[in-house]
């Protein structure tokens, strides 16, 4: 089955420092996807990664697959308060199940 | 906003009884996917339809049960509440299989 782990649980920043969100999966698949949601509203995607090897940006936030070490990663760069907010890293099973499984979440919290 | 649409967006009942959530999927998407998101088990995929058909199935409990018409928006029953269940549902809908999915604004259910 599945598992999708994420580190860490929980990121108190300062603004204008960066850091790193990590996803780690448990079997091969090839499709990641970021999402954002803040407290008690939708959530928002944010990025679809489909290959080993992409790279996607937006903003302060960047998104990258390596699909061989089953990890992703979700770059704040110079964060600032509106990026607090919760982020899920969610995979597509392999064997083409159509299922999104998600990431246990990485609460993010900017402050001044 | 992302064009899913649920209702009803908040809903307090008492245990024992059933309830139905609906979801109307983005123009022109075709799969439905049903989340059930808690404190204490995260987000949890529940069950997926396209075209009308059931796809893909998760932790459902039986007293749950969903499905998807031909006009493609789709329902979720819950039965014989109790208060475990009380939790945020969210519906998402794709154009197909292995495709963005995206999130309506959930269904906040507080079972009493």
């Known amino acids: 089955e599945l598992k999708v782990e994420q580190n860490p649980l929980f990121l108190s920043m300062q603004e204008g420092k960066n850091y790193t969100i990590y996803c780690n999966y448990s079997?091969?698949?090839?499709?990641l996807y970021w999402y954002r949601q803040d407290p008690g509203k939708s959530l928002e995607s944010l990025f679809v990664?489909?290959?080993?090897?992409a790279v996607k940006q937006e903003g302060r936030l960047m998104a990258s697959l390596d699909t061989k070490a089953r990890l992703s990663t979700l770059h704040i760069t110079a964060a600032v308060h509106d990026l607090s907010a919760t982020y899920f890293c969610?995979?597509?099973?392999?064997?083409?199940?159509?299922?999104?499984?998600f990431g246990t979440g990485t609460r993010l919290q900017v402050f001044p | 906003d992302s064009g899913v649409t649920q209702t009803p967006k908040h809903l307090i009942t008492a245990t024992g009884q059933r309830v139905t959530l609906r979801c109307s999927p983005r123009?022109?998407?075709?799969?439905v996917y049903w989340y059930q998101q808690s404190l204490d088990q995260g987000l949890q995929f529940l069950i997926q339809?396209?075209?009308?058909?059931?796809?893909a199935k998760g932790n459902i409990l039986e007293r749950f049960s969903a499905q998807q018409f031909p006009d493609l928006h789709s329902e979720l029953n819950l039965s014989s509440l109790e208060l475990g269940d009380s939790a945020l549902y969210f519906c998402?809908?794709?154009?197909?299989?292995?495709?963005?999915?995206?999130f309506g604004q959930g269904t906040r259910l507080t079972v009493v």
């Open positions: 969610a995979v597509d099973p392999p064997h083409n199940t159509d299922k999104l499984i």
């Open positions: 990664l489909l290959s080993n090897g």
């Open positions: 339809y396209y075209n009308g058909e059931e796809r």
């Open positions: 079997t091969t698949s090839d499709r």
């Open positions: 998402a809908s794709s154009t197909g299989p292995n495709t963005e999915a995206f």
């Open positions: 123009s022109g998407d075709l799969s």
